[in-house]
């Protein structure tokens, strides 16, 4: 019973982070037509354009972070 349970609650919350992921991911951004124009190296038209000071800013910052050194192997 106990496993029934855990198995229940797990499936659930599987679903809820599913759907929330979903909600987040807008479909439609790109047909089939798109990928296309894109392949033959056309341009694509979209809704909002980049914005690539933002871009830039999360860039700079993924740099900035610190790196941890590889750890020397045991032998």
Known sequence: ???ILVGLL???AGLLV???IASHVNRST???DDLRRIEAGLPVEVDEPLDLEAIAEEEEAFWDESWDEP???FG
């Open 18 to 20: 599913r759907s929330r």
């Open 71 to 73: 750890e020397e192997p």
């Open 30 to 32: 790109l047909t089939d």
């Open 10 to 12: 797990a499936t659930i």
């Open 1 to 3: 019973m106990f496993w």
